[in-house]
């Protein structure tokens, strides 16, 4: 550990159609940024990757009922989302690690930077050639023009009813009312989400597959060498998706706006690589431009490729909904890229990564939702409350502490604007930030003269040995905590050091103690509670930057 391991943080990228919602930084943006200051205070070596997810069907969808181009959405929404999350303290800056490069750094990067389009047609060609793609004619909604024109409907252009729930409003893939997922062909009363009066019908289009049925020994072997660290409904959701048998599932899309299918011939015009299958290689292409961009172009490899002779941990940041494209989707592209590599192909058994290969994930720590007001958070529904409109008004410290104490982190938790106000009221100020302010406000009655009186130094303090033992014990046991991904409950550790800072405070009463004509004895006393103060005050510094990085910077600075 004297070298640091290397930690590898992925976060979940946010579609650029919209602003980023209080659920999205519970579920997703927040937790990473908490674990990777965290990492790296233990002097491991972190590299934080992610971007705007800028291809697909949510931003074709948005930019057609805006009236604007899709450069022209993703390039707004990126920008607003960037500034959002810096704003909130998220360490997307500095790019490279402020101890040197070999340390890591972070990158926010886009789907749109031509460079991660090159290495994901580069990644497809690869499988391509390897053979575990297959091609196969589906049926696919077709909206029909008066004019006799028409075009192929994605997915998301599609709503009806869900064949698993029944629940009304589903997409043609997936069903937010039961997280299930299937063919679009398999929606009941579909209609056209962009225009719901034209006739809609199903026609036969050819696309690739990706075989992931050849993964299925592979990734249950996976998954049961997991299974001890995995939260129980990451265990449960990739379980079910195992159970099933995993099926070949399509990678590419009757669409323009994306990345172009890098195959010669007219059967690959006007389609695009499925964005589930593109997005999710940004992981690694981040990973890989970072490198270009700040290193010699192979520093990358240092957390991604298998090295016996190093510690390396794989952390995947992402809400419930995304876990099943993370523990069996995309190990099954890292694998089948491990296995073209070595020039295998698809007729040859899948193994799991060995020395030199690319990595897969080891903990998924996949959030619960985030809920307003009983229901789901929804940025198409505007069921939201907006990150950068809560920037405006209130300090991020508030809101990082807020959805830290109530993360859900286990089950659903709501958001409800009384609960805030309280708990930032009755603990955050009442607590932490009483304790700071009575340090400070007693330690400005001290004599500011030369060769006047002096707080004695942490190690003359004799007074306080069993509550820096205790202090001693909530710093292992917010690392424990921290280690486990439970940060409501590191945060809560944190604060009772807080609380006992109050109590020896409130005990030993140093305002009585430091008039002028007290006796020597209470002064003493007074000088040591103060010196005591001033430690707790520096030890909550420490400990509480990963959730709350401007206060505790100023507590620092005090």
Partial sequence: MADGDHVLVCVAWPYANGPLHLGHVAGCYLPPDIHARFERARGNR????????????????????????????VDEYHAINTKAL????????????????????????????????????????????????????????????????GRFLP????????????????????CDACGATYESSELKNPVSKMNPDLKVEIRDTDHLFYRLDLFQKALEQHAENNHAVWKP????????????????????????????????????????????????????????????????????????????????????????DNVPFHTVIWPAILMGLNHARKGKTAGEPVE??????????????????????????????????WLPSFLERFDPDTLRYYLSINMPESHDTD???????DRINNELIATYGNFANRVLSLSARLPDTPGGECLPSFNEITYYEDLCETLED??????????????????????????????????????????SDADAHG????????????????????????????SARKLWDM
């Fill in 155 to 174: 997915d998301r252009y599609i709503e009806g009813t869900c064949p698993s729930c029944d629940a009304d409003g589903a997409r043609g893939d997936q």
């Fill in 523 to 550: 002064r003493v006393e007074a000088l040591s509670s103060l010196a005591m103060g001033w430690r707790i005050c520096r030890y909550l510094a420490i400990v509480t930057q990963p959730f709350l990085p401007f």
């Fill in 474 to 515: 909530l710093h292992q046991s917010m690392t424990d905590s921290l280690q486990r991904h439970r940060y409501k409950e590191a945060l809560r550790t944190a604060m009772t050091a807080a609380q006992h800072g109050n109590q020896m405070l409130q005990s030993s009463m140093p305002w009585k103690h430091l008039k």
């Fill in 415 to 421: 958001f409800t604007w009384n609960e805030f106000v």
């Fill in 86 to 149: 810096l704003d909130l303290g998220c360490t997307w800056t500095p790019n490279i690690d402020v101890r040197g490069i070999e340390y890591g750094g972070s990158l926010f990067n886009r789907t749109s930077d031509p460079r991660h389009k090159e290495k994901v047609q580069d990644n497809f060609r690869l499988l391509y050639n390897a053979g575990f793609f297959e091609k196969r004619t589906m049926q696919q909604y077709y909206e029909v023009h008066p004019d006799g024109g």
């Fill in 233 to 320: 409904n990451v265990r449960a959701m990739t379980k079910q998706w195992l159970d099933m048998g995993l099926r070949p599932r399509a990678v590419t899309r009757d669409l323009e706006w994306g990345i172009n299918v890098p195959l010669e011939g007219s059967d690959w015009d006007g389609k695009c690589i499925y964005v589930w299958f593109e997005a999710v290689q940004g992981y690694l292409t981040c990973s890989q431009i970072w490198s270009e961009m700040y290193g010699d172009g192979s520093n990358w490899e240092q957390w991604w490729l298998e090295n016996e002779e190093s510690e390396q941990r794989h952390y995947y940041f992402l809400g419930k």
């Fill in 352 to 385: 799991l990564p060995n020395s030199g290969d690319l990595r897969l994930e080891d903990n998924v720590p996949a959030m619960e939702y985030l809920m307003l007001a009983g229901g789901q958070f929804s940025k198409s529904r505007k069921h939201a409350i």
């Fill in 46 to 73: 972190v590299l934080m990757v992610s971007g705007s997810d800028e291809h697909g069907t949510p931003i074709t969808v948005t930019a057609e009922q805006e009236g604007v181009s899709p450069q022209n959405v």
